[in-house]
């Protein structure tokens, strides 16, 4: 777990951080920015997949809450691909403590960090391998049915005009096969939607791509 490297993207390049809790690459560093792009980097089999569905449950059991405090709604999805055996192979880890209550409230506090967030939408790039535009990727993965594109174009513009309020994360640009020449690329490189929070995994083999 400790080989999981979550790094910042700035405009003089990449630092990788320590980290208590998953959420702080969420919280503003050591100087008072908040990243906009977040490389989360680690063998495979570490546990990047899984911190992405550790993240996605999160926000949604946080969405639920705010849903039913009638603090607003929130719209996002999360896939499952059925396999739990690897569910303690949480990809950052946070720090212990001996007060159980304690644990719990830092936790549920750090958690809070992702209320900013009222969109998180989670790519699995292996499924949408070959698709090059961010339209093509939300139509391949089934968000929407085929009758239903007038949604797909309203979750883009959605997107697009609420940049500060959205999370896209994109998992496994290993096995994403348009690379570079991609605009889910130039979203991360901040090309495009670069006020929208945006984190992606990789292996540590195909890294140096994204810096």
């Known amino acids: 777990m400790n080989d999981v490297k979550p790094e910042e993207q700035t405009p003089a390049g990449s630092s990788q951080s320590e980290l208590n809790h998953y959420t702080d690459v969420f919280t503003p560093n050591k100087i008072g920015v908040v990243q906009k792009r977040i490389l989360v980097q680690g063998q495979t089999e570490i546990g990047k997949s899984t911190f992405v569905k550790k993240l996605a449950v999160d926000w949604a059991e946080l969405n639920d809450e705010k849903t039913e405090d009638k603090q607003g709604d929130a719209l996002g999805r999360f896939e499952s691909d059925g396999d739990t055996s690897n569910e303690n192979k949480v990809a950052i880890q946070h720090g212990g403590t001996s007060s159980n209550e304690y644990v719990d409230m830092s936790q ?8 900013k967030f009222e969109l998180v ?13 961010l339209r093509d990727v939300i ?36 096995e994403y096969r348009c690379g570079s020449n991609s605009e889910i690329y130039e979203i991360f490189r901040g090309k495009k939607l670069r006020n929208c929070c945006v984190l992606i995994t990789t292996r540590i083999s195909k890294a140096d791509e994204l810096r």
């Open 139 to 174: 139509s391949r993965c089934n968000i929407f049915t085929e009758e239903d594109t007038p949604l797909t174009e309203g979750l883009l513009s959605y997107i697009a005009k609420n940049q500060e309020k959205v999370l896209l994360v994109f998992d496994g640009y290993d």
């Open 121 to 133: 939408l989670v790519i699995n790039l292996k499924e949408v391998s070959k698709c090059r535009s």
């Open 108 to 115: 549920q506090n750090q958690k809070n960090t992702l209320k």
